[in-house]
């Protein structure tokens, strides 16, 4: 982390006290559209994102620690209840 961050003219910190949500899905990298209304609903809830990393079937969002509950809460609105009513 070092070598990168002093080659590329960055930063580095540990940040304490994160927590981890994952929306998880078939083909989630084929539209980056997902990653973009993740992060959306979750700032739009007050909720800073901290780190993201995305596979092909799993976004994983760090958020904190505090904010786990309203994170996951904010993610079901936004991917759960928003696809029912489309049914």
Known sequence: LALVTREHGG???IEN???????VGNR???S?????????ALTASGIPVRGLEAGSLSLTLLVPQEAFA???QALH????EESS???
């Open 32 to 40: 980056p559209a997902i990653s973009a209304r993740a992060v959306k």
């Open 17 to 23: 006290d994160l927590a981890s949500v994952t929306v």
């Open 28 to 30: 989630l990298l084929d």
């Open 70 to 72: 309203q994170a996951l």
């Open 11 to 13: 930063q580095a910190s």
């Open 85 to 87: 009513s489309r049914r």
């Open 77 to 80: 609105r936004e991917f759960l």
